[in-house]
């Protein structure tokens, strides 16, 4: 029996996400297919990340666990050969038996990319904004977001999401390009709480509300309170939405942020 660590790039677009379902394709069930194409042996896999339907990713990771005495080598170029062409096993390394890619993550990496102008090459990897966004304010909220915070406002509940409360350790937002960049590490996060962050960023930089006014929405509402912005009706798309990467390593760093996708400025 062998653990294989499977770091994977991904294109979610024609995807319905990474958990595998009985109706739709999915990035975990292409995997597995693979797998079981290949290895012709019961096999256990799981991953870092539940990437949510048309997000993608540059370094998903997964375990691999199946009797096998194949190296890991052999394993990627197999497994690739099994795969479309928008799902890439980048590397595989062999792992001691017991490895739980979700469960020995230390933080987790997303990148959101938002377009100040139409693209014709990177549609399908960004969130094309028309109107003019003052940045300055979106920097100054974005750093509210560091620290212990309720992100209620902010996700979508799930059963087993327990608490809404996250600890993100790191934020970056920045312009490169035609493009700015947002960057989040935490050391987990609620379903939509990415894509909603964004969304309410574009309002504040928009003019929508404040940075201050954003940092009373990581706030419980009032029982009857109403929200100044309504962040589910503003969430972004998950086009622009990658799983940039998962750090196992405290001694690990995350590069500069970077796009996955340029676009140039004219």
Known sequence: MKTYKLTIE????????????????????????????????????????????????????????????????????????????????????????????????????????????????????????????????????????????????????????????VVVESVDLKVDGDLILFRIGASHFLWKMVRRIVGTLVGVGRGQLSASAFNQLMKPLPTNGKAIFDIAANTAPPSGLFLEKIIYDKTERVDDLAPAFSVKRF
């Open 10 to 165: 991904y294109d979610g677009t024609r995807y319905h996400g990474w958990q595998e379902q009985k109706t739709a394709r999915t990035i975990y069930g292409e995997i597995r297919q693979a797998a079981k194409e290949y290895f012709r042996a019961p096999i256990i896999l799981g991953g870092a990340g539940r990437t949510d339907s048309g997000v993608h990713a540059l370094a998903q990771v997964a375990h691999l666990r199946v009797e096998s005495s194949a190296s890991s080598r052999e394993v990627q170029y197999a497994l690739n050969d099994q795969l479309p062409p928008d799902i890439n096993i980048i590397k595989v390394e062999e792992q001691h038996l017991s490895f739980n890619a979700r469960h020995e993550a230390i933080t987790r990496y997303y990148l959101y990319q938002i377009a100040q102008r139409r693209t014709a090459f990177a549609k399908k990897y960004v969130w094309w904004i028309k109107d003019s966004l003052e940045v300055a304010p979106m920097q100054n909220a974005a750093e509210f977001l560091v620290g212990r915070h309720d992100f209620q406002n902010f996700c979508e509940p799930r059963e087993d999401d327990g608490s809404t409360k």
